[in-house]
């Protein structure tokens, strides 16, 4: 990650721990009883259910399938809530420029779609949340700044359009928490110079826990 995205995903990190710091919440309940034959309870998820998980996606040409040579970036900070309702992201790009409006998005470095996505690393697959251009913008709480080349959401059940979701349609984030919280999704950013499949992406892992 380059001294620049280093400086503003540190400023992100202060504006969203303000923001989701009266979000912290009850664990969920029933909780699973632990004990040594629950081999497959994630390490930590105790912590989580207290505080709520950290996630990031380092984004490059690299791990865009198949892989795109070029010298852009992005990255993305997430905070899933402790209720496991609520994804808040912060998106922040180096190299695409991002525009609020969709008739500016004419240059081939301008954005012209962020999702959400599911599959496992080296492999293409549906979309879970459209965040930013077609085929619609989902998240109601989406925001653009072009100052600071970032785009802010919160992803939940609200956002879906559809109890039966295509291949390109929104899906409910508590359907598929688990595969965003173990490496199952990714993110990826697309541009007119890279529209199919895109010029950026980034598997999503924890931070922490």
């Known amino acids: 990650m380059i001294p620049l995205l280093r400086t503003k995903i540190g400023a992100a990190a202060l504006a969203l721990g303000a923001t989701i710091g009266v979000e912290i919440a009850p664990a969920p309940t029933p909780l699973p009883t632990v ?4 081999a497959t309870t994630p390490s930590g998820d105790w912590l989580s259910w207290i505080f709520g998980t950290w996630l990031i996606a380092d984004l490059d040409g690299a791990q865009v399938v198949p892989p795109v040579d ?25 190299g ?18 962020i999702h959400f996505h599911l599959a496992p690393p080296d492999q293409n697959g549906p979309h879970l949340l459209n965040v930013f251009g077609p085929p619609s913008e989902d998240d109601l709480d989406m925001t653009v700044s072009e100052t600071w080349q970032l ?13 039966t979701p295509g291949p390109g349609d ?3 984030l508590t359907d598929h928490v688990d595969d965003v919280r173990n490496g199952g999704a990714y993110l990826q950013i697309h541009t007119n110079r890279n529209p ?14």
């Open 35 to 38: 004990t040594t034959a629950t």
């Open 70 to 94: 070029i010298d852009t970036s992005a990255v993305s900070l997430m905070w899933l809530n402790p209720s496991r309702t609520r994804l808040y992201y912060w998106i922040l790009t180096d």
């Open 96 to 113: 695409v420029v991002l525009k609020a409006n969709f008739a500016d998005r004419t240059q081939p470095e301008d954005v012209t779609q």
């Open 151 to 163: 785009v802010t959401g919160i992803w939940d059940d609200g956002d879906v359009l559809t109890n």
């Open 170 to 172: 929104t899906r409910r």
């Open 196 to 209: 199919t499949p895109g010029e950026l992406r980034g598997r999503i892992v924890r931070l922490f826990w």
